[in-house]
């Protein structure tokens, strides 16, 4: 179970974290001495960074829900039916869903945490004793929240202030001018490297932050570092004038070269530490089980940092995050209460592009919903009930547990799982844990390093690390066949193991393919559809057959349930009916590609990006800054690329 949690904290904690630190007016120099000199205030003042994190429309129910990150080649955004607007790279500076009149918005809460470690950061420097093990913890904990908030500012929206001091001891201070991203990354290398020395690894971290996944520690902030330097060296978009330098120069190799040989130092400082090796699973399923199951212990876990909610009372990351189970309620396992607004739908075609014997393929997609009923959800005519359940009490309307397959345009995310919990789910607010950066991610940024990286800009030292091996490790484990090791392989493998965990977006991204590969997945929708090309051998209607599985998804004892077993039709060149097929022994048909409501994939009702406007997805890849941000800004911040021309 969870043994810390920050965003549960209490009223005197809160007290200490504001001070107001988002307010003109600083403390006393008085009251940062008594603050800053002592190790229990200090940490209480640091869980008012984290305190962040659990607000509303911040990582609590948007940013780690599916309002980031999406839509892509795999993760496809449902909510509106999927045409909310910041899912189709349509969003305006007034996106009601995520800005507000009072600007408690994303913008606001990161600009507030980034302003609450400023305050720690200069506080410990001045008045904390850094002979503490703890105290030098803290300082360096608060070096990495700071640059992890950046780093997500700069993922949504690029260019943005680059504000390290505090508002207190800074003239501009919330005036600090919007100005290119290259002056917030080379901040964060710095930082990065100063954190990973003052933290100890994690089984050395002081007091609770000791073999925690919660709390950061050594390994996150070498991981983190590797994550920003492949931004730094990456293609992002850029404004096509610039207001404020300098200018990211894109054809320097030499400091693409120097990038990508930091990142194998930092990979390296983690692959080459015995300790640390320990922390890549050997099953990739357990990697979520154990996230869903509140498994918090640092090395039984894959993750080096995640968010951490409060059990039950903040966060909602299985609700957006997992299929639908909300007409499952009382029936599957842990599911007492709670919606399932299950946000992250799977662009089907990924399912082709794993290997058969990939394991990655059913822990990240889910081709059913659950539903716990006396089969009606299944069909209306109690005969087909009896005939696929043949031993649940029909005549008597004993309800049962079953998972009803999804047409092909359905498929949902599969990594957080309320059957996988420890502790009944019994509202919205699931209290799942945020994963940010784990081991597998480590290894594949080293192998991408290894070979230069998208510029080709070859390291001018390995560490000894050894980039194919990590590549093949990652492989190896999804029980995936050999591949040779290069910028398009790497591409494909980052996309098959990450997706769900709100990463390929920036991936492709900083590679420059954004547009190019949403283009050509929609081409690959539409083969799809017409069963050609690539996708030549399909059939409409698929074939499928239950297991028993007595009451191990159940929600109490005696339950039954039953899962999706057999399936035909499926795969490529699974034509006709299978052999085997008889409905009376259980067999069920139905059609994968339309439905009541039309063709699944019909162009109308698929949408990855706005087709009527293509060329958004040049500049509009980054959120505009919110028009109650600007407005307050007092000309500091402006919106860039076809925002400002369009005012949409």
């Given at each position: 179970?969870?043994?810390?949690?920050?965003?549960?904290?209490?009223?005197?904690?809160?007290?200490?974290?504001?001070?107001?630190?988002?307010?003109?007016?600083?403390?006393?120099?008085?009251?940062?001495?008594?603050?800053?000199?002592?190790?229990?205030?200090?940490?209480?003042?640091?869980?008012?960074?984290?305190?962040?994190?659990?607000?509303?429309?911040?990582?609590?129910?948007?940013?780690?829900?599916?309002?980031?990150?999406?839509?892509?080649?795999?993760?496809?955004?449902?909510?509106?039916?999927?045409?909310?607007?910041?899912?189709?790279?349509?969003?305006?500076?007034?996106?009601?869903?995520?800005?507000?009149?009072?600007?408690?918005?994303?913008?606001?809460?990161?600009?507030?945490?980034?302003?609450?470690?400023?305050?720690?950061?200069?506080?410990?420097?001045?008045?904390?004793?850094?002979?503490?093990?703890?105290?030098?913890?803290?300082?360096?904990?608060?070096?990495?929240?700071?640059?992890?908030?950046?780093?997500?500012?700069?993922?949504?929206?690029?260019?943005?202030?680059?504000?390290?001091?505090?508002?207190?001891?800074?003239?501009?201070?919330?005036?600090?001018?919007?100005?290119?991203?290259?002056?917030?990354?080379?901040?964060?290398?710095?930082?990065?490297?100063?954190?990973?020395?003052?933290?100890?690894?994690?089984?050395?971290?002081?007091?609770?932050?000791?073999?925690?996944?919660?709390?950061?520690?050594?390994?996150?902030?070498?991981?983190?570092?590797?994550?920003?330097?492949?931004?730094?060296?990456?293609?992002?978009?850029?404004?096509?004038?610039?207001?404020?330098?300098?200018?990211?120069?894109?054809?320097?190799?030499?400091?693409?070269?120097?990038?990508?040989?930091?990142?194998?130092?930092?990979?390296?400082?983690?692959?080459?530490?015995?300790?640390?090796?320990?922390?890549?699973?050997?099953?990739?399923?357990?990697?979520?089980?154990?996230?869903?199951?509140?498994?918090?212990?640092?090395?039984?876990?894959?993750?080096?940092?995640?968010?951490?909610?409060?059990?039950?009372?903040?966060?909602?990351?299985?609700?957006?995050?997992?299929?639908?189970?909300?007409?499952?309620?009382?029936?599957?396992?842990?599911?007492e209460g709670g919606s399932s607004n299950s946000s992250v739908g799977i662009v089907?075609?990924?399912?082709?592009?794993?290997?058969?014997?990939?394991?990655?393929?059913?822990?990240?997609?889910?081709?059913?919903?659950?539903?716990?009923?006396?089969?009606?959800?299944?069909?209306?005519?109690?005969?087909?009930?009896?005939?696929?359940?043949?031993?649940?009490?029909?005549?008597?309307?004993?309800?049962?547990?079953?998972?009803?397959?999804?047409?092909?345009?359905?498929?949902?995310?599969?990594?957080?799982?309320?059957?996988?919990?420890?502790?009944?789910?019994?509202?919205?607010?699931?209290?799942?844990?945020?994963?940010?950066?784990?081991?597998?991610?480590?290894?594949?940024?080293?192998?991408?390093?290894?070979?230069?990286?998208?510029?080709?800009?070859?390291?001018?030292?390995?560490?000894?690390?050894?980039?194919?091996?990590?590549?093949?490790?990652?492989?190896?484990?999804?029980?995936?066949?050999?591949?040779?090791?290069?910028?398009?392989?790497?591409?494909?493998?980052?996309?098959?193991?990450?997706?769900?965990?709100?990463?390929?977006?920036?991936?492709?991204?900083?590679?420059?393919?954004?547009k190019e590969t949403l283009e050509n997945a929609h081409v690959r929708l539409a083969?799809?559809?017409?069963?050609?090309?690539?996708?030549?051998?399909?059939?409409?209607?698929?074939?499928?057959?239950?297991?028993?599985?007595?009451?191990?998804?159940?929600?109490?004892?005696?339950?039954?349930?039953?899962?999706?077993?057999?399936?035909?039709?499926?795969?490529?060149?699974?034509?006709?009916?299978?052999?085997?097929?008889?409905?009376?022994?259980?067999?069920?048909?139905?059609?994968?590609?339309?439905?009541?409501?039309?063709?699944?994939?019909?162009?109308?009702?698929?949408?990855?990006?706005?087709?009527?406007?293509?060329?958004?997805?040049?500049?509009?890849?980054?959120?505009?800054?919110?028009?109650?941000?600007?407005?307050?800004?007092?000309?500091?911040?402006?919106?860039?690329?076809?925002?400002?021309?369009?005012?949409?």
């Amino acid at each position: 179970m969870k043994n810390y949690k920050y965003i549960a904290i209490t009223a005197v904690a809160v007290v200490l974290a504001g001070c107001d630190f988002f307010d003109s007016k600083s403390p006393s120099a008085q009251d940062a001495t008594q603050v800053f000199s002592n190790e229990n205030s200090t940490e209480q003042v640091i869980a008012g960074v984290y305190e962040q994190f659990g607000q509303d429309k911040s990582f609590r129910n948007r940013l780690a829900c599916g309002y980031q990150g999406m839509n892509t080649d795999v993760e496809y955004g449902n909510k509106n039916s999927g045409r909310a607007e910041w899912n189709i790279y349509a969003m305006s500076p007034t996106s009601g869903d995520l800005s507000t009149a009072n600007g408690k918005d994303p913008w606001g809460y990161l600009n507030t945490a980034i302003e609450r470690c400023n305050n720690i950061i200069e506080g410990i420097e001045a008045y904390g004793d850094t002979s503490s093990v703890k105290m030098k913890y803290m300082l360096g904990e608060a070096y990495f929240l700071r640059s992890f908030c950046y780093l997500q500012m700069v993922q949504l929206w690029g260019d943005v202030p680059a504000r390290f001091t505090s508002i207190a001891t800074d003239e501009a201070g919330m005036k600090t001018k919007k100005s290119d991203r290259t002056n917030v990354l080379k901040q964060l290398r710095i930082d990065l490297k100063k954190a990973a020395q003052l933290m100890p690894w994690s089984n050395e971290c002081p007091g609770t932050a000791a073999n925690y996944t919660g709390r950061p520690s050594r390994g996150a902030a070498y991981a983190l570092l590797a994550r920003v330097d492949l931004m730094y060296a990456g293609k992002g978009v850029r404004p096509a004038t610039w207001q404020e330098g300098p200018e990211f120069l894109v054809d320097d190799a030499s400091l693409r070269q120097e990038l990508n040989t930091e990142v194998m130092w930092a990979c390296a400082q983690i692959i080459k530490n015995g300790n640390e090796a320990v922390k890549f699973q050997s099953n990739y399923e357990d990697i979520f089980k154990k996230i869903c199951a509140d498994e918090t212990n640092y090395y039984n876990s894959e993750v080096f940092w995640e968010i951490a909610f409060a059990d039950g009372s903040r966060g909602q990351v299985l609700q957006y995050n997992c299929t639908k189970m909300d007409k499952a309620i009382g029936g599957l396992k842990n599911n007492e209460g709670g919606s399932s607004n299950s946000s992250v739908g799977i662009v089907p075609t990924l399912y082709y592009d794993f290997e058969p014997n990939d394991v990655r393929r059913d822990v990240t997609m889910a081709r059913y919903i659950w539903v716990y009923d006396n089969g009606k959800e299944f069909n209306s005519d109690p005969d087909k009930v009896k005939q696929a359940f043949p031993l649940v009490d029909v005549a008597n309307n004993e309800k049962f547990l079953y998972q009803k397959q999804n047409m092909i345009g359905s498929w949902y995310g599969n990594k957080y799982r309320v059957e996988w919990m420890t502790r009944n789910r019994t509202g919205n607010d699931d209290g799942i844990n945020f994963p940010i950066i784990r081991y597998a991610d480590v290894l594949l940024m080293a192998a991408e390093a290894s070979i230069g990286g998208i510029g080709g800009d070859m390291p001018t030292d390995l560490y000894g690390v050894d980039g194919k091996a990590c590549f093949d490790k990652v492989r190896a484990r999804a029980h995936a066949s050999a591949r040779e090791l290069n910028m398009a392989n790497i591409q494909e493998e980052r996309k098959l193991e990450l997706t769900g965990e709100y990463i390929r977006k920036y991936d492709l991204m900083r590679w420059g393919i954004l547009k190019e590969t949403l283009e050509n997945a929609h081409v690959r929708l539409a083969n799809m559809r017409a069963h050609s090309g690539e996708f030549a051998g399909l059939q409409d209607t698929l074939y499928i057959k239950y297991k028993y599985v007595e009451d191990e998804y159940s929600f109490a004892a005696g339950i039954k349930g039953f899962i999706i077993d057999s399936v035909y039709g499926l795969n490529k060149g699974e034509l006709g009916q299978p052999a085997s097929y008889n409905p009376e022994n259980g067999w069920r048909k139905g059609n994968l590609y339309a439905g009541s409501s039309g063709e699944q994939l019909a162009p109308d009702n698929y949408m990855l990006f706005d087709r009527e406007y293509p060329n958004r997805l040049n500049g509009r890849q980054y959120w505009p800054i919110f028009s109650v941000n600007v407005g307050q800004s007092e000309g500091a911040l402006w919106n860039d690329y076809d925002y400002a021309n369009t005012g949409e």
